[in-house]
């Protein structure tokens, strides 16, 4: 087995062996969901409204808080240096850490953005669509989160720095994934917002990793 | 241009310019303002015309500026010289300021023409992810305690802000926005009356030449911090070996 392939096992076995894998990131945003009929009112037909937005902002918190330990700990314990003596490449490491992140929580918590559509009053037709723009705008976010993870390795305050970093460059994704809802919903083709979130996944990808790979090396030195 | 890395030939060679461009800068200022006084009134805008020449430059200003956050970051993470970095951290505090001003007297020109602050339009959204990263970009740079660590961190967050740029530029064109498209620099010349054109384009010189002299002035307290901070260390060493 190639060394890609064990480094992405032995995420995806830290984050089910360790954590019990997405079902942290899964309740934070079950509990998320609940507040909000809670503060705004239980109208299904105002808070299917809502949901749009809602389910993006849970979807990014939910990744927000996950991302803040994807490099920290590696650093802490030492096994980013031995990554780096590794045959791996720093944007392999980079990709396949972020690749596992997505895998183990993006994917569930776009899953999970089903059961929250619902009983936010979201149309059942609407369904598809929320689940197929959660998965890539989980993807956009594992790549951007990947990136602010990576250049805040060693920063004396951790979590609220990632956010601060990495909020402004969340927005491209919900911005088109939101909208290819909202489309549909106006009755209109959610097909432009979905190619457009497609491609802040691809440069989210690109520049991700790079940048995320510019970041372990200045962790080094 | 390489010579001008050092940091004490950046020194001697600009010590003489800063002293001019506060000059110049303050004399602009007041010119263009004194002027965007005297224009006459816009027929559909009435007095509140005048806000253009505040906003309208600090709006160009707060975008250049990043693009030379972005290009200071850019030489730093290729040639490792530590001035790239002290420039691109000089550029933050003006930079943020001209895009703040700019969003804020947007909101003040708003409200009277359009009927509101503020709208969830491409080009003001655009100009508050530029805000907030300089914000980001000044929140990273301080976020350590190693210097070289933290200036590699925050170069490469800089360069990947970058493309923040293209977006706000053409989000008048890709968009439909309530915010107008441009009119100053446009396919077919500008189609600004020249009575607002001049006033327009010294108050954009004034900021440009008051960026350069903050810029400056703060790269030659950053050098002589450095130059503080080696000559304690010398001799804290030199009362050792005493």
Excluded at chain 1, 20 to 41: K, N, Q, T
Excluded at chain 1, 109 to 138: E, F, R
Excluded at chain 2, 17 to 32: E, F, K, N, R, S
Excluded at chain 2, 74 to 100: K, Q, W
């Amino acid at each position: 087995m190639n060394g890609a392939g064990l480094l992405l096992r032995r995420e995806m076995a830290l984050a089910w062996n360790g954590g019990g894998g997405p079902l942290l990131a899964c309740g934070f945003l079950l509990s998320l969901a609940v507040i909000v009929p809670l503060g705004a009112g239980p109208q299904l037909d105002q808070l299917a409204n809502l949901a749009p937005g809602l389910v993006w902002l849970a979807l990014s918190l939910a990744s927000l808080l996950t991302l803040e330990r994807l490099f920290e700990r590696d650093f802490e314990d030492g096994t980013l240096d031995l990554l780096a003596m590794g045959p791996l490449a720093d944007e392999a490491v980079v990709g396949v850490k972020v690749l596992a992140h997505w895998l183990t929580i993006g994917l569930p918590l776009a899953l999970m953005t089903l059961p929250v559509g619902i009983s936010l009053g979201l149309a059942p037709d609407q369904l598809p669509l929320l689940a197929v723009t959660a998965a890539l705008g989980a993807l956009a976010f594992s790549f951007t989160g990947g990136l602010g993870a990576a250049l805040a390795i060693g920063a004396r305050k951790g979590g609220l720095l990632i956010a601060v970093i990495v909020l402004p460059l969340f927005l491209p994704p919900v911005i088109f994934g939101a909208g290819a809802l909202v489309a549909q919903a106006d009755g209109r083709s959610p097909g432009p917002a979905l190619a457009l979130l497609a491609a802040c996944v691809l440069v989210a990808g690109v520049v991700g990793v790079l940048a995320g790979a510019a970041g372990l090396r200045g962790s080094r030195t | 241009m390489f010579g001008l890395a050092n940091p004490d030939t950046f020194a001697r060679v600009t010590r003489p310019l800063i002293a001019p461009l506060w000059v110049i800068a303050a004399g602009l200022l007041i010119t263009g303002a004194v002027w965007a006084f005297r224009v006459p009134e816009d027929a559909l805008q009435g007095d509140t015309v005048r806000i253009l020449f505040i906003h309208v430059p600090a709006a160009s200003l707060g975008l250049a500026v990043y693009g030379a956050l972005g290009l200071s970051c850019l030489f730093y993470l290729i040639f490792r010289h530590s001035l790239a970095d002290a420039a691109a951290r000089a550029a933050v505090l003006p930079g943020a300021a001209y895009t703040g001003l700019a969003l804020i007297t947007g909101a003040l020109w708003g409200q009277p023409m359009w009927g509101t602050w503020w709208v969830w339009d491409a080009r003001l959204t655009s100009m508050l992810v530029l805000f907030l990263l300089y914000i980001a970009y000044a929140v990273l740079r301080g976020a350590f305690d190693d210097e070289g660590r933290a200036a590699r961190a925050a170069s490469v967050l800089g360069l990947v802000g970058l493309i923040n740029l293209p977006i706000v530029k053409f989000s008048v064109d890709w968009w439909n926005t309530l915010h107008q498209p441009a009119s100053l620099l446009r396919a077919g010349g500008t189609s600004l009356d020249p009575a607002y054109l001049w006033p327009l384009l010294i108050m954009m010189a004034a900021y440009f030449a008051l960026f350069l002299a903050i810029w400056l002035t703060t790269l030659h307290t950053e050098i002589m911090r450095r130059r503080v901070l080696a000559m304690r260390a010398r001799q804290a060493r030199e009362d050792r070996h005493v």
